[in-house]
């Protein structure tokens, strides 16, 4: 590529001449390939018709980049990676992972139809159709309205809207939107500003409170996001965000002058409105100045973000004012899947993406989804109908699915996070402190500095524990772009779901063990699965979220619980009234820094403990994880769908007994060669952790290299893609791998731990008695520091 084939093929390409001539003449490659991409997202931008030949260059010089960041990710099979775009990769016969295709499909389809027979139609559908698209797309109370392409004076708004003479092809036929055009100024819809509609209500479009006002913002945030993540037009993006200002100032005014100008606010619905005005006003300037100064290729990533916060922020407003019921905000659930119809693409980027990056079939069991298994028609219907009926079931699943196919739709297909960005952080430090480091050849300084403040401001929602925390593996290492992107994809679901994503296979195996007891059961999401299940339930919480409740619990605030949770933590295990001895104790996600998992597991008489979390990493503590092991051994382990930066399994434990066998325990051996934690340790060559997926475990530079291939799909499915092959060999690096701690199983403690009286009086007991047979890594755990910055604040 670059200069030789630039001057090839200049011939054929006019219409930017100029520009192409200069290019010839005097720029490296280099240049030329950076005009080439601000040309290809300026005519993005203003809805320009983009040279033929330079938009081949650009999408070879993305699908390049895809191929080579996966080369030297899989160094093994350099040869046979074909230079191809990913979106259509090599489909390796019979092994090819199948889709089942749901909804989406049914909805693409339905769009390409209208696209071809859109030739049939005459000028007057052709408004209609762009007309009801439209409708769909914007706020109730706005239209379309001047051209904001500079120079253009047409203020034909909505008048008359068609499409361009002839389109070639395929993926424009993917969008109507995205091609319809003025045919007065010829400029695209999506380049004419969106404002209000002349006879829109007042009281509509300037709601002053209640239901009104939260679908208000939810039609704009959702305009706002489309805008930018899914249309990609700065004009709409900034139409939406103008007209959100506008609507929080009006709010504000009425705050200032007493609130409740027209109404009968109560004073819960005055303190969560004025909550919900802050936070969005926040949000907003991190649009605008994400607008003024964000770089093209982050921009939709940072926006989706920025929209969601605003989304879940007033989601959650509606919950807590109106409940789960009333509908007034969509669920996040439908939100997403609302925000994918009108990315039909993504779903086949996704099978694209398996086939291409998920070699090894468990890795792509463990993110649960809907496969087509079966080639007869009549078992694929029943299989899609089994998909329906599972995502209307488990919300939590279907949003966890939507997010990896955005996740592959914004990172991946557009070969953000390929230039070597995660090799930098690896490389910047090998502290927790790289976590911010930002690529050297990035052209975009204005965000790094904007990122930190907001990090540290906001979101602490998960233990960063910077402070001096170099043995434990909280934080995973991550680029600024892909961290926001991460806990905006997770933080949310954890609050209002649950920390872990349950799937049905997961829910097949706890049924199993009943009936259970949940202590820590926040939600009550995954004991209300149980529950649907047929399974005989108790879920416990210290602090039920409640709506009603004055305080609002650590995790959850004030999201109403999906089954009935009642008061009472570890001590109810210890109470022989209720017979929880004959209960399988379940363990979700128990927080890191707190004494709630090791004592329930001290209390509990019961025989099976039935764990969801990490290990060594950000759920429990070591104390847990030691009184789990000396009492109980592993019976059964599956793997659950993970987000970037979480590394949680299902685990299966039975108390110990003469004769109950133990299983090999994958998360703590080594990957290739199985090798146990106990024997590595004996041997003296401690198993080391990868510190970027927190997953996978080697005992040996050897075994490291032979898994690569695996574990460079375990890095994709995070949307990591590693630019170096030296990564492989980085076994002994620190900034890599991380020692995993052979645990302490001495007897003697367990002896101070076990006087129940002492256990049940309070965590102090606990606290003092593990205090003294506690090392460094133990009181670091126990830092109220970390505590807090796992618990989500709601008021932030
Ligand atoms: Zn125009
Ligand atoms: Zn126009
Ligand atoms: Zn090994
Ligand atoms: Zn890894």
Redesign the pocket.
């Given at each position: 590529m670059g200069k030789k084939s630039k001057a090839s093929s200049r011939p054929a390409g006019q219409a930017s001449g100029r520009k192409r001539k200069a290019g010839f003449l005097g720029f490296q490659s280099g240049e030329i390939a950076f005009i080439e991409d601000e040309m290809a997202a300026l005519a993005a931008e203003y809805g320009l018709q983009l040279d033929g030949d330079v938009a081949s260059h650009v999408r070879e010089r993305s699908s390049a980049k895809k191929s080579k960041a996966r080369r030297r990710q899989l160094p093994q099979k350099a040869d046979t990676v074909s230079t191809k775009a990913s979106s259509t990769p090599t489909p390796s016969s019979a092994s090819r992972i199948r889709l089942l295709a749901a909804t989406e499909t049914i909805k693409s389809t339905k769009r390409k139809k209208t696209n071809e027979d859109k030739d049939a139609l005459g000028p007057v559908d052709e408004q209609k159709l762009v007309l009801s698209l439209l409708v769909t797309v914007l706020p109730d109370t706005c239209a379309l309205r001047?051209?904001a392409v500079p120079g253009?004076s047409?203020?034909?708004?909505s008048r008359s809207m068609g499409f361009p003479e002839q389109q070639d092809g395929e993926d424009k036929a993917q969008d109507t939107l995205k091609f319809a055009q003025?045919l007065?100024?010829?400029?695209g819809v999506l380049?004419?500003t969106v404002t209000l509609r002349e006879d829109a209500d007042v009281a509509a479009t300037l709601p002053s409170g209640g239901q009104r006002l939260l679908v208000a913002l939810y039609q704009l945030i959702r305009l706002a996001r489309l805008a930018s993540s899914v249309y990609k037009s700065r004009i709409w993006t900034k139409s939406a965000l103008d007209r959100l200002g506008l609507l929080l100032a009006h709010l504000k005014r009425q705050f200032a002058t007493g609130g409740t100008q027209n109404g009968q606010k109560s004073a819960g619905e005055l303190r969560q409105e004025m909550q919900l005005l802050t936070e969005l006003q926040t949000q907003l300037r991190k649009a605008q100045q994400a607008v003024a100064t964000g770089a093209r290729d982050e921009l939709p990533i940072l926006l989706a973000c920025i929209c969601d916060q605003m989304y879940f922020q007033t989601y959650y407003a509606a919950l807590v004012l109106y409940g789960r019921a009333s509908g007034t905000v969509p669920a996040p659930d439908v939100y997403l899947k609302e925000l994918e119809s009108f990315t039909p693409e993504s779903a086949t980027q996704l099978e694209g993406f398996l086939n291409t990056e998920l070699l090894s079939s468990d890795l792509v069991d463990a993110l649960a989804l809907p496969l087509a298994s079966s080639s007869s028609q009549d078992e694929l219907a029943r299989e899609r109908l089994r998909a329906v009926e599972q995502e209307r079931e488990n919300p939590l699943l279907t949003i966890y699915h939507a997010r990896l196919r955005e996740g592959i739709r914004l990172f991946y297909e557009e070969g953000v996070g390929m230039g070597g960005e995660m090799d930098v952080v690896l490389n910047g430090s090998d502290t927790t402190t790289s976590t911010t480091a930002r690529p050297k050849n990035s052209k975009k300084k204005p965000q790094k500095k904007h990122y930190r403040r907001e990090k540290n401001s906001t979101s602490n929602s998960k233990g960063q524990a910077d402070e001096g925390s170099t043995s434990t593996l909280t934080e995973m290492p991550s680029y600024p772009l892909l961290a926001q992107w991460r806990n905006n994809c997770r933080d949310w679901c954890c609050h209002l779901y649950a920390y872990a994503t349950p799937t049905r296979e997961a829910l097949k195996l706890l049924t199993k063990y009943g009936p259970i007891v949940e202590i820590g059961a926040g939600t009550g999401y995954w004991s209300s699965l149980l529950q649907r299940e047929g399974v005989d339930v108790l879920a416990f919480d210290k602090c039920p979220p409640n709506v009603e409740d004055a305080t609002a619990n650590a995790y959850h605030g004030h999201v109403p619980p999906f089954c009935s949770v009642a008061r009472g933590g570890p001590e109810v295990l210890g109470n022989s009234e209720n017979d929880m001895a004959g209960r399988s104790l379940l363990l979700c996600y128990p927080p890191p820094g707190d004494a709630m998992a090791v004592r329930s597991v001290q209390l509990f008489q019961g025989d099976v403990v039935l764990h969801v979390g990490e290990w060594q990493g950000d759920t429990g503590d070591r104390r847990f994880e030691a009184e789990l092991q000396r009492r109980f051994v592993l019976e059964q382990q599956l793997e659950l769908p993970n987000w970037g930066n979480s590394a949680y399994a299902l685990t299966v434990w039975r108390r110990k007994t003469k004769e109950v066998p133990a299983v090999a325990w994958r998360a703590m051996s080594c990957f290739h060669c199985g090798k146990t934690l106990a024997d590595a340790a004996a041997e003296c060559e401690p198993l080391r952790r990868c510190v970027i997926c927190k997953t996978n475990a080697y005992c040996s530079t050897s075994c490291a290299q032979q898994d690569a291939r695996a574990h460079a799909a375990e890095h994709a499915k995070r949307l990591v893609f590693l630019d170096e092959t030296s990564s492989v060999h980085a076994f002994e690096n620190d900034a890599y791998y991380r020692e995993l701690k052979e645990l302490d199983l001495d007897d003697a403690v367990v002896a101070v731990k076990s006087d129940w009286n002492a256990l049940t009086k309070s965590s102090e007991a606990t606290r003092d008695g593990s205090d003294s047979d506690s090392d460094e890594e133990l009181s670091e755990d126990e830092q109220p520091a970390k505590t807090a910055g796992f618990a989500f604040n709601f008021q932030a």
């Amino acid at each position: 590529m670059g200069k030789k084939s630039k001057a090839s093929s200049r011939p054929a390409g006019q219409a930017s001449g100029r520009k192409r001539k200069a290019g010839f003449l005097g720029f490296q490659s280099g240049e030329i390939a950076f005009i080439e991409d601000e040309m290809a997202a300026l005519a993005a931008e203003y809805g320009l018709q983009l040279d033929g030949d330079v938009a081949s260059h650009v999408r070879e010089r993305s699908s390049a980049k895809k191929s080579k960041a996966r080369r030297r990710q899989l160094p093994q099979k350099a040869d046979t990676v074909s230079t191809k775009a990913s979106s259509t990769p090599t489909p390796s016969s019979a092994s090819r992972i199948r889709l089942l295709a749901a909804t989406e499909t049914i909805k693409s389809t339905k769009r390409k139809k209208t696209n071809e027979d859109k030739d049939a139609l005459g000028p007057v559908d052709e408004q209609k159709l762009v007309l009801s698209l439209l409708v769909t797309v914007l706020p109730d109370t706005c239209a379309l309205r001047a051209c904001a392409v500079p120079g253009c004076s047409c203020v034909n708004g909505s008048r008359s809207m068609g499409f361009p003479e002839q389109q070639d092809g395929e993926d424009k036929a993917q969008d109507t939107l995205k091609f319809a055009q003025c045919l007065k100024c010829q400029h695209g819809v999506l380049q004419h500003t969106v404002t209000l509609r002349e006879d829109a209500d007042v009281a509509a479009t300037l709601p002053s409170g209640g239901q009104r006002l939260l679908v208000a913002l939810y039609q704009l945030i959702r305009l706002a996001r489309l805008a930018s993540s899914v249309y990609k037009s700065r004009i709409w993006t900034k139409s939406a965000l103008d007209r959100l200002g506008l609507l929080l100032a009006h709010l504000k005014r009425q705050f200032a002058t007493g609130g409740t100008q027209n109404g009968q606010k109560s004073a819960g619905e005055l303190r969560q409105e004025m909550q919900l005005l802050t936070e969005l006003q926040t949000q907003l300037r991190k649009a605008q100045q994400a607008v003024a100064t964000g770089a093209r290729d982050e921009l939709p990533i940072l926006l989706a973000c920025i929209c969601d916060q605003m989304y879940f922020q007033t989601y959650y407003a509606a919950l807590v004012l109106y409940g789960r019921a009333s509908g007034t905000v969509p669920a996040p659930d439908v939100y997403l899947k609302e925000l994918e119809s009108f990315t039909p693409e993504s779903a086949t980027q996704l099978e694209g993406f398996l086939n291409t990056e998920l070699l090894s079939s468990d890795l792509v069991d463990a993110l649960a989804l809907p496969l087509a298994s079966s080639s007869s028609q009549d078992e694929l219907a029943r299989e899609r109908l089994r998909a329906v009926e599972q995502e209307r079931e488990n919300p939590l699943l279907t949003i966890y699915h939507a997010r990896l196919r955005e996740g592959i739709r914004l990172f991946y297909e557009e070969g953000v996070g390929m230039g070597g960005e995660m090799d930098v952080v690896l490389n910047g430090s090998d502290t927790t402190t790289s976590t911010t480091a930002r690529p050297k050849n990035s052209k975009k300084k204005p965000q790094k500095k904007h990122y930190r403040r907001e990090k540290n401001s906001t979101s602490n929602s998960k233990g960063q524990a910077d402070e001096g925390s170099t043995s434990t593996l909280t934080e995973m290492p991550s680029y600024p772009l892909l961290a926001q992107w991460r806990n905006n994809c997770r933080d949310w679901c954890c609050h209002l779901y649950a920390y872990a994503t349950p799937t049905r296979e997961a829910l097949k195996l706890l049924t199993k063990y009943g009936p259970i007891v949940e202590i820590g059961a926040g939600t009550g999401y995954w004991s209300s699965l149980l529950q649907r299940e047929g399974v005989d339930v108790l879920a416990f919480d210290k602090c039920p979220p409640n709506v009603e409740d004055a305080t609002a619990n650590a995790y959850h605030g004030h999201v109403p619980p999906f089954c009935s949770v009642a008061r009472g933590g570890p001590e109810v295990l210890g109470n022989s009234e209720n017979d929880m001895a004959g209960r399988s104790l379940l363990l979700c996600y128990p927080p890191p820094g707190d004494a709630m998992a090791v004592r329930s597991v001290q209390l509990f008489q019961g025989d099976v403990v039935l764990h969801v979390g990490e290990w060594q990493g950000d759920t429990g503590d070591r104390r847990f994880e030691a009184e789990l092991q000396r009492r109980f051994v592993l019976e059964q382990q599956l793997e659950l769908p993970n987000w970037g930066n979480s590394a949680y399994a299902l685990t299966v434990w039975r108390r110990k007994t003469k004769e109950v066998p133990a299983v090999a325990w994958r998360a703590m051996s080594c990957f290739h060669c199985g090798k146990t934690l106990a024997d590595a340790a004996a041997e003296c060559e401690p198993l080391r952790r990868c510190v970027i997926c927190k997953t996978n475990a080697y005992c040996s530079t050897s075994c490291a290299q032979q898994d690569a291939r695996a574990h460079a799909a375990e890095h994709a499915k995070r949307l990591v893609f590693l630019d170096e092959t030296s990564s492989v060999h980085a076994f002994e690096n620190d900034a890599y791998y991380r020692e995993l701690k052979e645990l302490d199983l001495d007897d003697a403690v367990v002896a101070v731990k076990s006087d129940w009286n002492a256990l049940t009086k309070s965590s102090e007991a606990t606290r003092d008695g593990s205090d003294s047979d506690s090392d460094e890594e133990l009181s670091e755990d126990e830092q109220p520091a970390k505590t807090a910055g796992f618990a989500f604040n709601f008021q932030a």
